[in-house]
C-alpha cells in the first residue's frame, strides 16, 4: 500500500541544535514530496517541496530536505533551531495522479532553551 | 489578502444534528479537498473536487457529504451518520495541474 512513515513520534532538541526529521514513503515510482509545518490549533503551512531535479531543496524559515531514492526517504534538516520552530511537522506525497496527498502521522518538535 | 478562510473556529453541536462547515477560496484554484486530522493520524481525506459541480470520495467519506456550486466555495456536511464527528477539519485548495496544496486555518468540531 502507498505510505508515508516519520519514525519519530516527538523529537527535543535544544535552540541552536541542528534538525533532521525523517520521513520514508513507499510507493513503486518516485513521487512528489512535500514537507508541512504546523503549530498548534492552526492550519498547515508548506515548508518545501520536490517534483524532480536537483536532490537537496531549500525551502521557508532556512528548512531544506534530501531526496534519496535508494532509501525512499525525504528527509527535513536545519542546521541551526530556534525556539519558534517548536511545532508538528508533517511529511507528505503525492503517488498518483489526482493530487491526492498522502500524509505521514506527523512528528512534534520541542525546542529546549 | 488571498487566502483559504475556514468558518467558524471551533463549533459545537449536540450527537444527532448535522452540522455544516464553511470553506471559500479567493486563489482562483480549481481544486478543494477536505480532510480530517486527529491526534497522532496525521491528516486524512475526506472528499475532494477537481472542478464546479464535480466531487469524488476521499478514504473516510462515510457520514460526510459536501457541494461545489461555486469555484470559490466547498462546503462540508458531518451528517448524525458519521460515528466519531469531533475532530479538526482542514480545506485546502490547490491549482489545477499543479500539485501543493495550500490550508486554512481549519474548524474544530466538538460533538457531544
Given at each position: 500500500a502507498q505510505s508515508v512513515t516519520q519514525p519519530d513520534i516527538h523529537i527535543t532538541v535544544s535552540e541552536g541544535a541542528s534538525l533532521e526529521l525523517r520521513c520514508n514513503y513507499s510507493y513503486g515510482a518516485t513521487p512528489y514530496l512535500f514537507w508541512y509545518v504546523q503549530s498548534p490549533g492552526q492550519g498547515l503551512q508548506l515548508l518545501l517541496k520536490y517534483f524532480?531535479?536537483?536532490?537537496l531543496v531549500q525551502g521557508i524559515k532556512g528548512f531544506e530536505a534530501e531526496f534519496k531514492r535508494s532509501q525512499s526517504s525525504f528527509n527535513l534538516r536545519k542546521p541551526s533551531v530556534h525556539w519558534s520552530d517548536a511545532a508538528e511537522y508533517f511529511c507528505a506525497a503525492?503517488?498518483?495522479?489526482?493530487?491526492?496527498l498522502v500524509f505521514g502521522a506527523g512528528t512534534i518538535l520541542r525546542v529546549k532553551s | 489578502d488571498g487566502g483559504i478562510t475556514q468558518s467558524p473556529k471551533y463549533l459545537f453541536r449536540k450527537e444527532g444534528q448535522n452540522v455544516t462547515l464553511s470553506c471559500e477560496q479567493?486563489?482562483?484554484?480549481d481544486a478543494m479537498y477536505w480532510y480530517r486530522q486527529d491526534p497522532g493520524q496525521g491528516l486524512r481525506l475526506i472528499y475532494y473536487s477537481q472542478i464546479v459541480n464535480d466531487f469524488q470520495k476521499g478514504d473516510i467519506a462515510e457520514g460526510y457529504s459536501v457541494s461545489r456550486e461555486k469555484k470559490e466555495s466547498f462546503p462540508l456536511t458531518v451528517t448524525?451518520?458519521?460515528?466519531?464527528?469531533t475532530a479538526f477539519y482542514l480545506c485546502a485548495s490547490s491549482i489545477a495541474g499543479r500539485y501543493e496544496q495550500y490550508f486554512g486555518p481549519g474548524t474544530r468540531l466538538t460533538v457531544t
Open positions: 524532480s531535479g536537483d536532490t503525492l503517488m498518483e495522479y489526482g493530487n491526492k | 479567493n486563489l482562483n484554484h448524525s451518520a458519521q460515528k466519531n464527528p
